[in-house]
């Protein structure tokens, strides 16, 4: 029978893992993580954290202030599904104990989508900067009186 720690880190509604400290490598990850990284909790069990960063860079995002302080907080995340497919995380880990050896706890927070909406928002506002842009040139273009009508439709059309 399992622990009750084992019990709520399973039903946790956050994706969770548990890595060991000595060699990177995961020993537990709850239900919620097998669905999100598309892996079975069997699956996930001894392979190396540095399989599921799309960019390995981002694991010192997370080494760095376990070592200096036992946790990290709110650190964004490139990772990487076993089928490829890439998606961005924030992340929470805990230096913790397992079995008697040290190990990490990581919660994840999917935030793809709401990155994404971000970049879109970005694009959208530099594209309605560029429209303003244009129509303030093309007014003061328009206020010159001494313009022939056929130079003022050609800045219109070149607009």
């Given amino acids: 029978m399992s622990s009750p720690f084992e019990q709520l880190f399973d039903i ?8 060991r400290l000595r060699d990177n490598s995961v020993i537990a990850v709850n239900k919620r993580n097998s669905e999100m990284f598309g ?3 069997p699956e996930a069990a001894g392979r190396s954290t540095s399989d599921f960063y799309a960019n390995i860079e981002h694991r010192e995002r997370l080494r760095a202030p376990l070592e200096k302080t036992g946790r990290a907080d709110d650190v964004l995340l490139h990772l990487r ?6 998606v961005w995380a924030r992340a929470a880990a805990r ?15 999917d935030v793809s989508e709401q990155l994404n909406a971000q970049r879109a928002l970005k694009a959208s506002e530099a594209r309605l900067a560029r429209q303003s842009q ?3 040139a093309l007014t003061e273009t328009q206020a010159a ?3 022939m009508f056929e130079s003022r ?5 070149q607009m």
């Fill in 12 to 19: 946790s509604p956050f994706p969770a893992v548990v890595t």
């Fill in 39 to 41: 892996i079975s909790q």
């Fill in 81 to 86: 599904k076993p089928s490829g497919e890439t």
């Fill in 95 to 109: 230096m913790i104990t397992w079995e008697g050896e040290p190990a990490v706890l990581t919660v994840f927070e």
């Fill in 134 to 136: 244009a129509l303030t």
């Fill in 145 to 147: 009186p001494h313009d």
């Fill in 153 to 157: 439709l050609r800045n219109i059309l």
